[in-house]
T-cell receptor, first 113, second 111 residues
Framework: GAVVSQHPSWVICKSGTSVKIECRSL??????MFWYRQFPKQSLMLMAT?????????EQGVEKDKFLINHASLTLSTLTVTSAHPEDSSFYIC?????????FGPGTRLTVL | QKEVEQNSGPLSVPEGAIASLNCTYS??????FFWYRQYSGKSPELIMF????GDKEDGRFTAQLNKASQYVSLLIRDSQPSDSATYLC???????????FGKGTMLLVSP
């Protein structure tokens, strides 16, 4: 199956700093990538859909100025959490679409102190 | 609003039994159906997909689709403790629509 990587796998930062998470499709080109967030014992929540070369589409309630998404190439999308606060601590998971199927990255665990 | 419904569980089965996980969806135009497995603290992993009515088998896993009833299921034969995880059903409409995920069913396989 297709492989999606994420970096870093975990990050701890201080409140007020920004954190960038990278998502790469390793063996296929992904026109569309997705960013999810998952709090402990809760279900996946889609944050935004990113299309290569265009602006991301954010789900209702997700602040686009806080969660900056860039999809500059067919194999790389980045999510930047700006001015992170403790309530942003969560498991962030990207997903890349190949034809009809979505493949998930291993996730990034963000802890904001 | 497209909805995908799953029983949250937990579904408990003994080792060696058949686990049956069910999912219903609201969008009659849905075209593609997926099952993902998510271990605690990990990201979802694709197990199977099915597009046509009927059964599709892959090893110990069988996906079953009934579009008339808007129902998709996953059977796991000879369940193992390592199968203990949350199973997510995902449904995709026509075109390039995004996947709609159910909240998942937790499966516990006891030795």
């Amino acid at each position: 199956g297709a492989v999606v990587s994420q970096h870093p796998s975990w990050v701890i930062c201080k409140s007020g700093t920004s954190v960038k998470i990278e998502c790469r499709s390793l063996d296929f080109q992904a026109t569309t990538m997705f960013w999810y967030r998952q709090f402990p014992k809760q279900s996946l929540m889609l944050m935004a859909t990113s299309n290569e070369g265009s602006k991301a589409t954010y789900e209702q309630g997700v602040e686009k100025d806080k969660f900056l998404i860039n999809h500059a190439s067919l194999t790389l999308s980045t999510l930047t959490v700006t001015s992170a606060h403790p309530e942003d601590s969560s498991f962030y998971i990207c997903s890349a679409r190949e034809e009809d199927t979505q493949y998930f990255g291993p996730g990034t665990r963000l802890t904001v102190l | 609003q497209k909805e995908v419904e799953q029983n949250s569980g937990p579904l408990s089965v003994p080792e060696g039994a058949i686990a049956s996980l069910n999912c219903t969806y609201s969008d009659r135009g849905s075209q593609s159906f997926f099952w993902y497995r998510q271990y605690s603290g990990k990201s979802p992993e694709l197990i199977m997909f099915i597009y046509s009515n009927g059964d599709k088998e892959d090893g110990r896993f069988t996906a079953q689709l009934n579009k008339a009833s808007q129902y998709v299921s996953l059977l796991i034969r000879d369940s193992q403790p390592s199968d203990s995880a949350t199973y997510l059903c995902a449904v995709k409409g026509s075109g390039y629509s995004t996947l709609t995920f159910g909240k998942g069913t937790m499966l516990l396989v006891s030795p």
